[in-house]
């Protein structure tokens, strides 16, 4: 299940984008292991999410983030980093 909440506003190369895409836990274990792998290793690392490669640079800052509202509780492991700019010609 894939949940889009993209945002009509564009940057100029690349649209806004939020979306949540839902795995079997299978397919989770294996995304996770493949992170900690290529972290252990210092590989670069990249995952496909809802049709796009997203490279994760070496420096991205990882967190985890726990949430709770009345009967539900949410936890994100989150990795982020500021993309460079386009050099220009």
């Known amino acids: ?11 100029k190369h690349k649209p ?15 995304k996770l292991r493949r992170l900690a792998n290529a972290l252990e290793g ?11 490669r997203v490279p994760v640079p070496p420096l991205a800052i990882f967190s985890i983030e726990h949430e709770r509202d009345g009967q539900s509780e949410e936890l994100e492991f989150q990795l982020k980093w500021k993309r460079k700019p386009k050099s220009r010609p």
């Open 42 to 52: 210092g590989q670069p690392f990249s995952i496909q999410v809802a049709g796009e």
């Open 1 to 11: 299940m894939v949940r889009r909440r993209c945002r009509s506003t564009c940057m």
């Open 16 to 30: 806004k984008r939020d979306i949540e895409k839902v795995y079997s836990t299978a397919e989770f274990v294996a």
